[in-house]
């Protein structure tokens, strides 16, 4: 569109001259392109749950079972899903920023793993993995790919609504390897802090950032929602990509309205 060429142009004088400092904030939009169903839109629903509603706690503990089928489902989807070109266009964005000595910092709140299977590096993962598990007894943290994670949840986690709970008994579920005691997806959920080394990551990448670049996120969630004003106040310039306004839009100087897949490459080009 006429207004994401204008924008190009905009953003293209913005790298190439006075910004040194960028910082990119994702959420689920950047992969919805990739068929990964974001949380408050179409698809956020997993049997009759809203997916915010067993990304808690108290989820956890009331039906372990339960929750790791909705994360199996979710290692399922993404297991068979490919970056889209939102992904590699902010991978070349960081290579070519690397090249110029300019500082990048790719913070993510997406917990699929696409942004470096399209080739970034070093990138922030606020939320956690879900590549990645956590044991609830000794706080063992390591990478896990097995699919499925354990025999009990072989053909479990469909998300149709008339499907009956698996029911599996926690002995059963994901168990430690050093300890035995039950795993859990590292991830954050609702009520759970960050992990404090990605808040300090999180705090040097926006401190003096000129440019903030932030895609598919609907901006309701804290800490991440309060980025783009912090770095707006501070005087740095955000430019927003997304199918809709937020209400980060209102401290955006740039807005880019349309699938961050067409939206980023274009303005980024
Ligand atoms: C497209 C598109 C396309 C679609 N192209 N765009 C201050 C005030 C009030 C509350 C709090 C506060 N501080 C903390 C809280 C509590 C809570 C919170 O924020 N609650 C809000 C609901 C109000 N925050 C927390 O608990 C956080 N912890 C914390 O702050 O600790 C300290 C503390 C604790 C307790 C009290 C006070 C302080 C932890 C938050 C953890 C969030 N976890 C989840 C699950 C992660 C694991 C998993 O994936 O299962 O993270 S919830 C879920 O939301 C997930 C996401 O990362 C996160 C954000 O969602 P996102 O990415 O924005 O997705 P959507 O679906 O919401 O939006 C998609 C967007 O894309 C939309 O805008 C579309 O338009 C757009 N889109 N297609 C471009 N093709």
Not at 134 to 158: E, Q
Not at 220 to 229: D, I, M, Q, R
Request: proline share 6%; with cysteine; net charge neutral.
């Amino acid at each position: 569109s006429r207004l994401v060429d204008h924008l190009a142009i905009e953003h293209s004088s913005l790298v190439s001259s006075c910004v040194q400092k960028i910082a990119v904030l994702t959420g689920a939009g950047v992969s919805a392109e990739s068929g990964i169903p974001t949380f408050r839109g179409e698809g956020g629903l997993w049997r009759t749950w809203n997916a915010t509603e067993l990304a808690t706690p108290e989820a956890f503990r009331e039906s372990p079972s339960l929750v790791w089928e909705f994360y199996h489902y979710r290692r399922c989807v993404v297991a068979k899903s490919l970056p889209n070109a939102s992904h590699y266009a902010l991978a070349v964005l960081q290579q070519r920023c690397e090249q110029e000595g300019k500082e990048f910092t790719l913070l993510t709140q997406n917990i699929d793993g696409l942004h470096a299977q399209a080739g970034s590096t070093d990138f922030v993962e606020l939320h956690g993995s879900l590549w990645k598990t956590r044991c609830c007894h000794c706080n063992d943290v390591r990478v896990n790919r097995d699919m499925p994670i354990c025999a009990a949840l072989d053909g479990k986690g469909a998300p149709d609504p008339k499907t009956t709970d698996a029911g599996i008994k926690p002995m059963d579920l994901p168990r430690c390897k050093q300890c035995n005691g039950l795993l859990r997806p590292h991830v954050v959920w609702f009520g759970e802090a960050l992990e404090s080394r990605v808040l300090r990551q999180v705090d040097s990448a926006l401190q003096n950032c000129d440019l903030l670049l932030v895609a598919g996120t609907s901006a309701l969630v804290y800490p991440a929602a309060g980025y783009v004003p912090l770095v707006s106040a501070l005087g740095g310039v955000v430019a927003e990509f997304n199918i809709e306004d937020t209400p980060a839009s209102r401290s955006c100087r740039f807005k880019f309205r349309g699938p961050s897949a067409c939206t980023i490459p274009q303005a980024l080009g």
